[in-house]
Structure formats: C-alpha cells, structure tokens
Nanobody
Framework: QVQLVESGGGLVQAGGSLRLSCAASGRTFSGYPMGWFRQAPGKEREFVAHITWSVGIHSYADSVKGRFTISRDTAKNTVYLQMNSLKPEDTAVYYC??????????????????WGLGTQVTVSS
C-alpha cells in the first residue's frame, strides 16, 4: 500500500523559512514525477511545484518562483519543498502527490493517483 507522509509544517513569521518533507513508502517513485500542491481556506487546491526524477526537470507556480525549491532524495524515496521568504498568502495546507505514470502534466492535480494527508503551513504577518 502506497503512503505519502508530509512533515515540516508549522507557524512562521513572514520572511521566514520552512522545509517540508514527503516520505513515500509502499513502492519506489524513482523515475516518476512527484509534486506539491496547497489549499488555502475557502480556495481550491492549487499547484505549487513538481519534480521528475530525471535530473533538472522541475516546475513552479509563478507565485512561488524564486522563493521555493523542490528537490528529491532517491535513496530515501523522499521529496522536499524548501520555502523561503514566506508570505501570509502562502498560508495553506500543503499536500504531496505522486504518480506511477512517467509522462504527465506535473502541474495538473489530475495527473496524480497518490496523495498525502497534508501539513499545515501558517505564515503570520
């Protein structure tokens, strides 16, 4: 059974940093895309970043470009989201997602079959 477990969320002041982790178990996602999405209160879930396991292939939402960095550790079957210069509008539940299909639109949540339960990120002003 595939499980994705996020960690690293919390409360931080504007301008601060957090590092989210997503540990996958039940199968290896080496060679397949993984992504981060977020959902703020009263809003739809939105794309944040995605990465394939091929070197150098990743993408970001315009709202986080230059502030967030997605990375992965294939040995640990884990993907990370380093979030710097956080803003109050980054407040949301952050979800990790994975797919067993190699060629997908990484920014589309419909591409992913597996989802974590989410971790709360709250940025105070």
């Amino acid at each position: 059974q595939v499980q994705l477990v996020e960690s690293g969320g919390g409360l931080v002041q504007a301008g601060g940093s957090l590092r989210l982790s997503c540990a996958a178990s039940g199968r290896t996602f080496s060679g397949y895309p993984m992504g981060w999405f977020r959902q703020a209160p009263g809003k739809e879930r939105e794309f944040v970043a995605h990465i394939t396991w091929s070197v150098g292939i990743h993408s970001y939402a315009d709202s986080v470009k230059g502030r967030f960095t997605i990375s992965r550790d294939t040995a640990k079957n884990t993907v990370y989201l380093q979030m710097n210069s956080l803003k109050p509008e980054d407040t949301a539940v952050y979800y990790c997602a994975a797919t067993s299909r190699a060629s997908v639109n990484g920014a589309d949540e419909r591409s992913y079959e597996y989802w974590g339960l989410g971790t709360q990120v709250t940025v105070s002003s």
